[in-house]
C-alpha cells in the first residue's frame, strides 16, 4: 500500500498557469497547498499561450508579479507589440492594429495593462512566484492517478520519481489541461458545447534569419497572412529574434498539420522566400468550443481547461482559467478557513460557466470569419488594382476582425449574474457586450476601476475577504462586528475627496461590498438592518430573495 503523506488544504494536479495561480492566491490567504505536475521541472513546453490580458494582469498584481512577467518576456524589444495583416512577409501590408496586445499608458479603467509574452515567461513568472511562498510544495515529475472522496477530504493517488503515494487533502482541484484524466476517466464528466470547431496546427521553429525577410511590416506580435491561398495562418515571436510560432486555423484540406515539411513550405509560401528554419515541435491539435456542464463534483474541482475548452482567436484560453483561480481561491480558503458555506462551491461552477458562455460565444465569432473568408481576388496584384483591393479587405478587416484585438467587453464585461452569493438590486445595467466595455457596479458585475489621487488603483486598497467602499457618511459598525465574530475578513475604505465624488458617479450607491476577486457583492444606500443575513448571503451560507430593492 501506498505511504500516506501528511495531509494538506488543497492538492492541486497540474503545475501549468492555472494550477501555480490558485496555489499563489491560497498562499497568500494562508493556505497551504501541493501541486502535482507531471512535467519535469526543466521539461520544455510550448503552450499556445501568449497574452495575458488586461483582467489577468490585474490579478497578477494582487499576486506580486505583473511587473515580473514584463521583466521575464523573452521578446525582443525590437518587436512591436502590435497586429499586422500582410499578404506575404516580403509582400504588401493590408491592415495594421498598433499596440492591440499592450499599451504604454495606463489605462482608466483597469488597474493594469496587457502583456503580451509567451508561455515560457509566464510560467517562469509564476514558478518564481510559488518557490518564494512556503505554503506551496510544489512536486514536479509527479502524476495524479485517482482519488477517492469522502465526506470529510480527498485521498489524492499520485505517481511520481519517488514512487506510488496517497496524499490526503480537503480538496482536490483538477487543472490537468485539456485531455484532463481525472475530469474524464475518474469523474467520467464529458463537455459540452461545440466540439470540432477548426482542425488546426502549431510548430514551434528556430530561424535566425527570418527577420531579415521582414519587408511588408514592423516586426509585430502576430502577423496574420492574408493572400490568394486563403490558408488562415499566422506567425508569433517567441524568443529574442530567432524563435517563432507558426500557427494556422482552419487547416487546409490538403495539409497533414503533422507534416513538418509540408507545414514549412506553407510557411515558406507565407513569407515569400524560402530560409533556413529548424522545426522544435509542433503538430495538430483540435479547435473546440466546449466545457463542463458544471465544475464541481462535491470536493474535486475543474479549473481551467479541464473546464472549458475556447478556440484561440482571441487569446482567451489560459486567460479564462487565470480567472478561474482567482475565483475559487478565495472561496477554498474561507472553506479552509472555516468562514465560508456550502453554497460556496456551487457558485463557483454557476460564476465561472457564465462567464466561459460569455467568452466561449465571442471567440466562436472570431473563429468564424477569417482569410478564408475576408480575401478577394486581386489581393496581391501590384499597382492600383491591387491597392483598391487591399483597401476593400482592409475595411473588411477593420469591420469583422477588430474585435478579436481590441475586445475589452470580454476582459472586463463579464458578470456573475446567475450567482447565488451575491445581492441584486433593481438598478439598470449595460447589457453585456463582447467587443466594449462599459463599467458597471450592479452585483455581480467587475467592481469599477479608478486611480485615485494618490496614484494608487482602487484595486490597491482592496483585502483578502471583502472591502466595504464607503462614499458617503453610514454607519459601518454593526457590518464591522458581525464580521470580526465570524471570522470573515473585512477591509473598510473611505476615499477622500474628490476621489469619493468621481467614485459615486461610478457606484451609483454611499456604500459597495467587494470581494477580493474584484466582483460586486453588495451595494445600497444604507447597510441592510439585518447584516448577518447579508453576509449569510455572500459567504455563501444561504441564499438571498432575488431582488433587493434598495
Not at 447 to 455: C, M, N, R, V
Request: net charge negative; glycine share 8%.
Amino acid at each position: 500500500m501506498a505511504p500516506v503523506e501528511a495531509p494538506t488544504s488543497v492538492a492541486i494536479a497540474g503545475g501549468g498557469p492555472v494550477g501555480m495561480a490558485l496555489a499563489i492566491d491560497l498562499a497568500q490567504r494562508g493556505v497551504a497547498s501541493v501541486v502535482f505536475e507531471s512535467r519535469a521541472e526543466a521539461d520544455r513546453f510550448s503552450a499556445r499561450t501568449n497574452m495575458t490580458n488586461v483582467r489577468s494582469m490585474e490579478h497578477f498584481r494582487r499576486w506580486g508579479i505583473a511587473d515580473a512577467l514584463r521583466e521575464n518576456d523573452p521578446v525582443s524589444p525590437r518587436i512591436q507589440r502590435d497586429v499586422a495583416f500582410v499578404t506575404r512577409l516580403n509582400g504588401h501590408l493590408i491592415q495594421h492594429f498598433p499596440r492591440a496586445y499592450e499599451w504604454s499608458e495606463r489605462l482608466a479603467i483597469a488597474s493594469e495593462v496587457a502583456e503580451w509574452a509567451p508561455n515560457e515567461a509566464i510560467e517562469k513568472t509564476l514558478r518564481a512566484r510559488a518557490a518564494e511562498l512556503p505554503l506551496i510544495d510544489v512536486r514536479f515529475g509527479h502524476e495524479v492517478e485517482s482519488f477517492e472522496q469522502d465526506d470529510d477530504g480527498v485521498t489524492v493517488h499520485v505517481t511520481g520519481t519517488d514512487g506510488p503515494r496517497a496524499f490526503r487533502s480537503d480538496y482536490l482541484v483538477a487543472a490537468d489541461g485539456s485531455r484532463s484524466r481525472l475530469r474524464s476517466r475518474i469523474l467520467n464528466v464529458r463537455m459540452e458545447g461545440k466540439p470540432n470547431l477548426a482542425r488546426s496546427f502549431l510548430w514551434h521553429l528556430r530561424a535566425p534569419g527570418l527577420a531579415e525577410h521582414w519587408k511588408a511590416s514592423p516586426m509585430v506580435s502576430m502577423t496574420l497572412f492574408y493572400n490568394e491561398d486563403r490558408h488562415c495562418d499566422s506567425l508569433v515571436p517567441q524568443s529574442g529574434e530567432d524563435q517563432w510560432a507558426y500557427f494556422c486555423s482552419p487547416v487546409p484540406d490538403h495539409i497533414d498539420g503533422d507534416d513538418w515539411e509540408a507545414c514549412r513550405d506553407m510557411l515558406f509560401r507565407a513569407v515569400g522566400v524560402e530560409f533556413e528554419v529548424e522545426p522544435l515541435e509542433g503538430g495538430t491539435f483540435i479547435t473546440h468550443s466546449m466545457q463542463a456542464p458544471r465544475y464541481d463534483f462535491g470536493r474535486v474541482l475543474l479549473a481551467g481547461d479541464a473546464a472549458h475548452l475556447v478556440s484561440p482567436m482571441g487569446g482567451f484560453g489560459m486567460n479564462i482559467g487565470i480567472g478561474d483561480a482567482a475565483d475559487l481561491g478565495w472561496k477554498l480558503a474561507a472553506l479552509v478557513q472555516g468562514w465560508g458555506g456550502p453554497l460556496l462551491l456551487a457558485s463557483y461552477s454557476i460564476e465561472r460557466g457564465e462567464a466561459a458562455r460569455f467568452i466561449l460565444d465571442g471567440c466562436e465569432r472570431n473563429q468564424a470569419v477569417g482569410a478564408s473568408e475576408l480575401v478577394r481576388d486581386g489581393i496581391e496584384d501590384p499597382g492600383p488594382p491591387g491597392d483598391a483591393v487591399r483597401a476593400q479587405v482592409a475595411e473588411d478587416i477593420q469591420v469583422q476582425k477588430a474585435r478579436q484585438f481590441k475586445r475589452m467587453g470580454g476582459q472586463l464585461g463579464y458578470r456573475y449574474s446567475s450567482s447565488p452569493i451575491i445581492v441584486r438590486d433593481d438598478l439598470e445595467q449595460p447589457a453585456a457586450d463582447f467587443e466594449d466595455y462599459v463599467p458597471s457596479a450592479a452585483p455581480g458585475n467587475r467592481a469599477p476601476h479608478h486611480w485615485l489621487k494618490d496614484g494608487s488603483s482602487l484595486y490597491d486598497h482592496i483585502g483578502q475577504g471583502f472591502t466595504l467602499l464607503v462614499l458617503d457618511a453610514i454607519e459601518t459598525e454593526p457590518l464591522r462586528r458581525a464580521t470580526a465574530a465570524r471570522g470573515v475578513p473585512l477591509d473598510v475604505v473611505t476615499p477622500g475627496e474628490p476621489d469619493r465624488a468621481a467614485l459615486y458617479d461610478l457606484y451609483l450607491a454611499p456604500a459597495t461590498l467587494v470581494r477580493s476577486d474584484h466582483h460586486v457583492a453588495w451595494r445600497g444606500h444604507a447597510l441592510p438592518e439585518d447584516v448577518d443575513r447579508l453576509l449569510d448571503v455572500v459567504t455563501g451560507s444561504s441564499a438571498w430573495p432575488a431582488t433587493v430593492t434598495r
